[in-house]
């Protein structure tokens, strides 16, 4: 877990869709938006703004 954190440490605590397509390899917006209603990765609304934490993407990563 501790390398995937130094592997995402230049992305922000707190990640837009762009940024979560980045973090997953170049996915784009439909697939991730298709993982975050899923309940795949946690995500949270601020109005019309998809927010996700990047503790919820590297635990989607690390099968948890």
Same mark, same amino acid.
């Given at each position: ?28 917006? $439909? ?16 109005? $019309?703004? !998809?927010?996700?934490? $990047?503790?919820?993407?590297?635990? !989607?990563?690390?099968?948890?």
């Amino acid at each position: 877990m501790e390398r995937t954190d130094q592997m995402f440490s230049q992305y922000p605590d707190v990640l837009n869709i762009s940024q979560l397509c980045e973090m997953l390899g170049g996915i784009g917006p $439909k697939a991730a938006y298709q993982l975050l209603h899923s309940g795949s990765i946690r995500y949270f609304k601020i109005g $019309k703004a !998809f927010r996700i934490p $990047k503790n919820s993407v590297i635990a !989607f990563l690390n099968g948890n």
